[in-house]
């Protein structure tokens, strides 16, 4: 079975932090993607990455960024973390351009 | 642009009973269509897509959903669900990107 991990379920962390979230995937899999989750808003996408070192822009990138430096890690950052970032963070991969494969998700509370 | 409209937030219905969630979209393009489940404390799953061919799609856990162009639909069914089924369903849609709907929670009640 293909496993998306992602480095923790539940973050706390204060206005101003540089915030990071660590997603790996065990299937080789090219594409990758992080979405935000929120009540009554569905899945937005933030970035996605379809191979090493390359990224594309989602529908909501602004105060947030990527590192995809081997095909198995997909970090997302948050350069400056505010509250309005609280959410659930999910990150997803895929052989395909859409995501299949989730990991079970970040919890982040920006405080 | 290309949106995704689910039109029940939650749909109640007892166990066996058979269920329909509902999904309608806009786009003046082809399309692919996508039903993913969520599970309480989980990530996602793909239940089912519809990339072409057949417009009458089997997923797992005996979900299906049918494609109608006309109406721009993809609605979910079930004929007879479980306890287990509760979890909120989200219906996607992509074109060059895949957007999400807001998600509709079914809870099955015994």
């Known amino acids: 079975d293909v496993k998306v991990t992602q480095s923790s379920r539940y973050l706390v962390k204060r206005t101003g932090e540089k915030v990071f979230l660590e997603c790996v995937q065990d299937?080789?899999?090219?594409?990758m993607f992080w979405y935000r989750q929120d009540p009554g808003l569905g899945l937005r996408l933030i970035y996605f990455?379809?191979?090493?070192?390359?990224?594309e822009k989602g529908d909501i990138p602004e105060g947030y960024s990527v590192s995809r430096e081997k095909k198995e890690r997909f970090s997302l950052i948050l350069e400056s973390a505010s509250t309005n970032q609280t959410s659930m963070y999910l990150c997803?991969?895929?052989?395909?351009?859409?995501?299949?494969?989730f990991g079970q998700g970040t919890r982040l509370t920006v405080v | 642009a290309q949106s995704v409209t689910q039109l029940d937030s939650q749909v109640p219905v007892f166990e066996e009973a058979p269920v329909e969630l509902r999904c309608n979209y806009s786009?003046?393009?082809?399309?692919?269509l996508f039903w993913y489940v969520q599970y309480p404390n989980q990530g996602l799953q793909l239940l089912l897509k519809?990339?072409?061919?057949?417009?009458l799609v089997k997923g797992i856990n005996g979900f299906e959903a049918e494609f109608n162009k006309s109406q721009t639909s993809f609605h979910l069914r079930k004929p007879s669900v479980h306890i287990s089924d509760t979890a909120e369903y989200f219906c996607?849609?992509?074109?060059?990107?895949?957007?999400f709907g807001a998600g509709t929670i079914l809870r099955v009640k015994s």
């Open positions: 299937m080789d899999h090219e594409n």
């Open positions: 786009s003046s393009v082809s399309v692919y």
């Open positions: 996607a849609v992509r074109i060059n990107k895949l957007v």
């Open positions: 519809y990339l072409s061919g057949s417009t």
């Open positions: 990455s379809y191979d090493v070192k390359m990224k």
């Open positions: 997803a991969s895929s052989l395909a351009r859409y995501a299949a494969f």
